[in-house]
C-alpha cells in the first residue's frame, strides 16, 4: 500500500468553491474510477487557511497512473472543472507526494 498526500492551495476566498466541487463532482467521479480516499482536511493552523489537503490509498504506483488518466480525460470531469471556474481559477498551486508506510508503522 502507498499513499498520495495532495495539498491544493486555493486562489484567495476560492477554497468554498473547491470544497463544493469536490463534494458534489470530485467524490463521485473519483468513486466511479476506482480511487480510494483515506481523509480530507482544511488547514486550522498553518501557512495558509486556503488549503485542501487529501490522502488517497493506492495498491501500487501502476493502479494510481490508471485511475488518474481515466479520471483527467472523464467528459464528466472535464464539464464539472470547466463549470466550477466560470469565476476564474480555484487552485493557486498545487502538490502531490507518494508515501510509503514504514516497517512499525500502524498503517500497512
Known amino acids: 500500500m502507498i499513499l498520495e498526500m ?3 492551495r486555493c486562489a484567495a476566498g476560492r477554497l468554498p468553491v473547491l470544497l463544493k466541487r469536490f463534494e ?3 467524490l463521485p467521479l473519483f468513486e466511479k474510477h476506482g480511487f480510494k480516499p483515506h481523509g480530507f482536511f482544511t488547514t ?3 501557512a495558509s487557511h486556503q488549503e485542501l489537503t487529501y490522502m ?3 495498491e501500487s504506483l501502476a493502479e494510481r497512473e490508471g485511475c488518474w488518466r ?3 480525460a472523464d467528459p464528466e470531469w472535464i464539464a464539472a ?5 466560470e469565476d476564474g481559477f480555484i487552485v ?3 502538490s502531490n507526494e507518494i508515501l510509503q508506510p514504514t516497517a512499525f508503522s500502524p498503517l500497512r
Do not use: D, M, Q
Open 6 to 8: 495532495c495539498v491544493y
Open 24 to 26: 458534489t463532482a470530485t
Open 44 to 46: 486550522v493552523i498553518g
Open 56 to 58: 488517497l490509498r493506492w
Open 70 to 72: 481515466t479520471f483527467h
Open 81 to 85: 472543472r470547466t463549470a466550477s471556474e
Open 92 to 94: 493557486a498551486n498545487a
